[in-house]
Nanobody
Framework: QVQLVESGGGLVQTGGSLRLSCAASGRTFDLYAMGWFRQAPGKERDFIATINSGGSRTSYADPVKGRSTISRDNVKNAVYLQMNSLKPEDTAVYYC???????????????????WGQGTQVTVSS
């Protein structure tokens, strides 16, 4: 089992940047695929980015592609989401998620993940 704690959210102006962090507990972090999702009020939880267990493969949702980078540090048991050129429509609660999977398929659906953090609020002002 793994516990996830996000940090790094906040209020930022349009065009600004944020780096979200997700700290994971447990000694087998390098066996988990990790993902970032976001949920705006009244909307479904949407996929943002995923990274495989070894950190060699990533995938991004179209709305953030080219503006965001997911990375991980398997020594520090952490995953990160660097977000640049932020827009008001990026405003949401951002969640990191984990699934015990080290295969080749990149997981992009919320139902693919078993563990979730509590979320961190990102607000982009216009």
């Amino acid at each position: 089992q793994v516990q996830l704690v996000e940090s790094g959210g906040g209020l930022v102006q349009t065009g600004g940047s944020l780096r979200l962090s997700c700290a994971a507990s447990g000694r087998t972090f390098d066996l988990y695929a990790m993902g970032w999702f976001r949920q705006a009020p009244g909307k479904e939880r949407d996929f943002i980015a995923t990274i495989n267990s070894g950190g060699s493969r990533t995938s991004y949702a179209d709305p953030v592609k080219g503006r965001s980078t997911i990375s991980r540090d398997n020594v520090k048991n952490a995953v990160y989401l660097q977000m640049n050129s932020l827009k008001p429509e990026d405003t949401a609660v951002y969640y990191c998620a984990a699934v015990n999977y080290n295969g080749p398929i990149l997981r992009t659906r919320p139902s693919d993940y078993d563990y979730w953090g509590q979320g961190t609020q990102v607000t982009v002002s216009s």
